[in-house]
């Protein structure tokens, strides 16, 4: 066991270390002055046998002629220095004074090689993590915040009104419990923040803790989960007991489906015996603790559907709050939030941005106002601009331009018309978002070109013609390679993983094609035995290839609609190739402005009408 081999390590380390003090003492300390009395130094001073005396208020060392080892006498109390230094003047000694240490410097003597033997043996111990760590496994690894330590308010928290609204009431339990206490109402003993990635859940747990000014107790789910079975509901236990003592406080435990996802059933295959332990635990302690006394649990998550049922029952995480990436009004507040330390130009619109980065989450848009500033600083100016603001966006979205990428005059022409296909085909269709830009500068890892593309406002729904047309949109860049250079290239590859994966899901999950309104969702595998076949698919094989069908003829019906647009265009996108190439760049504006003659509201061919089931 660790504690074995560390308690071994230590009783060896501190009888070497004992040994090493005494024979320290015995040679070194031990080889100086021999004491004798002080009868001893006077006969041999007056026997002119003293050749070097060293004086000190309680103490004599003196040498004798002759000898190597010096003497120490302790003076007698009371006696007269002046008469001993004449008797010191009459031998012919030679004399000085001396600085004795007084107490500290005595216990000093003792402390500082004790000192450094602990101080080694800590040393030692810390070259051993593995084993050092054994000993406080059990104990949580919470960062806690004192009520004083939370800088964070509400007030630094923007496009999240209705979440605040929700937490304002578990602020004021905490400031205020007995004004629910007296009407009998109980305040939920867990808040689950659920959100995507990068929308703030974190940020307003922290502002929770700061406007109620309470400690604060933050780690991930990950944290409670080791190697050693058991640990995991040791540092649960721990962490509550921690929590109950700093009552009223928040707890926060990000990610917590870690640890909380549905537990296996008595007949699954495979289990997680550590996790289970720890989410059966957690689950015991948010039971026992009373809720009255002011410990509240939050937790954040990006996949509720996975947490166990046991979990969110009443009683338990009975509030869930929803943390969504915010909207146009939600975005430019939080982009006015972080541009606050930063120097913005007149001409900077956050309006127009916030408009520009529809489907961004905070921490997105936290980025954008980053990545501006170290722009402008890198152009040497003095404030942040819209030029650098639009280019921060660019970035973010698409990656980092690689002008430093050379392509072939073949390979810049493909990748012109393959980028125009694309605009083109979102111009001339009426459902498809409108284009911003369309560039065949080089981005991010793999990307030779790039078409951006804004929605005019945010989006919850889409009808079936809308997702068509985005279809379309999808495969305007193969379509237009098919048109003019009669084959294709692997430069439409990410275009078809998109598009299968829209097309699936529009016959599997929404309904659209002529299997009818049923869906084919797959379900993840959550410890229970699924009643069919594998990866959690519980329809028939022939249910399956029909779906597969369908798909195929969604994507093949649409790729027809963006070439047949493209072969109708072709003298247009070999005028705007032409232009892409020497620009590099063609704004959406001037896009739409040399389409408007060739617009179109729909192709004939291109209606979709389902055959019969």
């Known amino acids: 066991m660790p504690w074995q081999r560390i308690i ?30 002080y009868s001893g130094f006077v006969r041999a001073l007056d026997a002119r046998r003293v050749a070097e005396v060293q004086l000190s208020e309680r103490s004599v060392i003196w040498l004798e002629e002759g000898q190597e080892q010096p003497f120490v006498s302790t003076r007698l109390p009371g006696i007269d220095d002046s008469a001993l230094l004449a008797q010191l003047r009459a031998s012919g000694a030679e004399f000085a ?5 007084g107490s500290w410097g005595s216990l000093l003597s003792w402390l500082l090689p004790l000192l450094l033997i602990f101080g080694l043996w800590g040393f030692a111990l810390s070259r051993f993590p593995a084993q050092t760590q054994a000993l406080s496994l059990g104990r949580n690894r919470a960062k806690i915040y004192d009520q004083g330590d939370v800088n964070v308010t509400f007030a630094d928290v923007a496009g999240q009104d ?36 990068g929308t703030g859940k974190t940020l307003l747990a922290k502002a929770t803790a700061g406007e109620a000014r309470v400690p604060f107790f933050s780690l991930s789910g990950s944290e409670f989960v080791e190697m050693f079975v058991g640990v995991g509901a040791s540092r649960v236990r721990d962490l509550f007991e921690q929590a109950k003592k700093k009552a009223p406080c928040i707890v926060f435990i990000d990610e917590i489906d870690t640890i909380g996802r549905q537990r296996a059933s008595a007949t699954a295959i495979s289990t997680h015996e550590e996790r289970e332990q720890t989410l059966n635990q957690l689950l015991v302690e948010m039971d026992g603790f009373d809720g009255q006394k002011g410990v509240i649990i939050m937790a954040a998550t990006n996949r509720p559907e996975v947490l166990d049922p046991a979990l969110l029952r009443p009683g338990r995480f009975d509030r869930q709050i929803m943390i969504d990436r915010p909207d146009m009004r939600g975005r430019e507040a939080v982009l006015r939030v972080h541009a606050n330390g930063v120097r913005l130009a007149p001409d900077a619109d956050l309006h127009i941005i916030a408009a520009r980065t529809v489907g961004f989450a905070g921490a997105e848009l936290a980025n954008v106002i980053n990545e501006a500033a170290l722009l402008a600083a890198r152009r040497g100016k003095d404030e942040v601009g819209m030029r650098e603001l639009e280019d921060a966006i660019d970035r973010v979205m698409a990656g980092l331009e690689r002008k430093s990428r050379v392509l072939t005059d073949v390979e810049r022409d493909r990748v012109a018309y393959h980028e125009l296909g694309h605009a083109l085909v979102a111009t001339l269709l009426p459902h498809a978002d409108p284009v911003h830009k369309v560039s065949i500068v080089a981005r991010g890892v793999a990307a030779l070109g790039v078409t951006m593309q804004l929605p005019l406002q945010d989006r919850y729904l889409y009808t ?21 250079y009669g084959e294709i290239s692997t430069g439409a590859q990410n275009d078809l993983q998109q598009a299968t994966a829209l097309a699936r899901r529009m016959v599997t999950e929404f309904g659209m094609s002529p299997l009818g309104p049923v869906a084919f969702v797959e379900q993840e595998q959550s410890g229970a035995v699924m009643p069919a076949l594998m990866n959690g698919r519980i329809w028939s094989e022939r249910t399956a290839q029909a779906i597969d069908a369908e798909v ?29 190439k020497e620009r590099e760049e063609i704004s959406g504006g001037d896009l739409r402005q040399r389409t408007t003659e060739w617009r179109i509201v729909e192709l004939p061919q291109a209606k979709m009408v389902h055959a019969a089931a």
Request: no cysteine.
């Open 8 to 37: 071994r390590f230590s009783l060896m380390y501190f009888a070497i270390s004992l040994v090493a003090f005494f024979l320290f003492e015995l040679f070194i300390v031990g080889g100086g002055p021999r004491e004798v009395p």
């Open 97 to 101: 004074g001396m600085w004795e240490p």
């Open 162 to 197: 209705e979440a605040v609204a929700e937490l304002r009431e578990i602020v004021d339990f905490l400031r205020e419990p007995s004004k629910y206490q007296r009407l009998g109402g109980r305040i939920p003993k867990g808040v689950l923040l659920v959100g995507p990635p």
């Open 464 to 484: 079936e013609a809308e997702l068509n047309d985005r279809l379309a949109v999808m495969l305007g860049g193969r379509a237009a390679e098919e048109v003019v």
């Open 552 to 580: 195929r003829t969604i994507i093949e019906r649409n790729y027809d609609r963006a070439r047949e647009l493209i072969r109708r265009q072709r003298t247009l996108i070999d005028e705007l190739a032409a232009e892409l």
